[in-house]
């Protein structure tokens, strides 16, 4: 390799990624900058509503020279994220932790959309996995006897907020191939 390949790898290596970040634009969640791809994480059924102004002089001159590539200015449905306090644990594992469920039984998953009301109490809404019907109402029961949550404020006052609930037993394993059937 001569001394030009080098120099236009070393370039590509190092410039285009460096041009890559430096295109996205400034993104606003709630009236406070995110970094970084963070806003990708915000679940869409918690965007109250979405703007993307242009890369013009008055976006720039507001936002500042980071808003050349525009301005994502994103409104959630909350001011205050509803919060479970399960002594560090997530929502998820404190109901796994409140299932009696032996290695011997199979390897079996469930999946609930759930809301935390207003007053901070959940309710499963809808089922969108089970794998047993055995985990599935242990779930139901874990679910109904759990603390109340702290709920979601917006402007001082609680708002509902959707979430999922995803439990596998038992942990650490996985789950089994899905069987197919191939029709000839």
Same mark, same amino acid.
């Given at each position: 390799?001569?001394?030009?390949?080098?120099?236009?790898?070393?370039?590509?290596?190092?410039?285009?990624?460096?041009?890559?970040?430096?295109?996205?634009?400034?993104?606003?969640?709630?009236?406070?900058?995110?970094?970084?791809?963070?806003?990708?994480?915000?679940?869409?059924?918690?965007?109250?509503?979405?703007?993307?102004?242009?890369?013009?002089?008055?976006?720039?001159?507001?936002?500042?020279?980071?808003?050349?590539?525009?301005?994502?200015?994103?409104?959630?449905?909350?001011?205050?994220?509803?919060?479970?306090?399960?002594?560090?644990?997530?929502?998820?594992?404190? /109901?796994? #932790?409140?299932? *009696? !469920?032996?290695?011997?039984?199979?390897?079996?998953?469930? =999946?609930?959309?759930?809301? &935390? @009301? $207003?007053?901070?109490?959940?309710?499963?809404?809808?089922?969108?996995?089970?794998?047993?019907?055995?985990?599935?109402?242990?779930?139901?029961?874990? /679910?109904? #006897?759990?603390? *109340? !949550?702290?709920?979601?404020?917006?402007?001082?006052?609680? =708002?509902?907020?959707?979430? &999922? @609930? $995803?439990?596998?037993?038992?942990?650490?394993?996985?789950?089994?191939?899905?069987?197919?059937?191939?029709?000839?």
């Amino acid at each position: 390799m001569n001394a030009r390949t080098i120099l236009l790898s070393l370039f590509v290596a190092v410039a285009l990624p460096l041009a890559a970040q430096q295109r996205r634009p400034v993104c606003i969640v709630n009236g406070e900058p995110y970094e970084g791809d963070a806003f990708r994480e915000i679940p869409p059924a918690e965007i109250e509503s979405m703007e993307q102004l242009p890369a013009d002089e008055q976006t720039v001159a507001r936002y500042g020279d980071e808003a050349s590539n525009g301005v994502i200015i994103i409104t959630l449905k909350y001011d205050t994220k509803a919060s479970f306090d399960g002594g560090g644990r997530t929502f998820d594992r404190y /109901v796994a #932790e409140r299932i *009696r !469920w032996d290695a011997t039984d199979p390897v079996a998953r469930v =999946v609930y959309r759930f809301r &935390v @009301l $207003r007053d901070g109490r959940v309710e499963l809404t809808d089922l969108l996995e089970s794998t047993d019907g055995r985990l599935r109402r242990k779930v139901v029961r874990a /679910v109904e #006897e759990a603390p *109340r !949550w702290s709920p979601a404020t917006k402007d001082g006052e609680p =708002v509902e907020t959707e979430h &999922v @609930l $995803r439990v596998q037993l038992p942990e650490g394993r996985a789950m089994p191939p899905e069987r197919a059937v191939i029709l000839l």
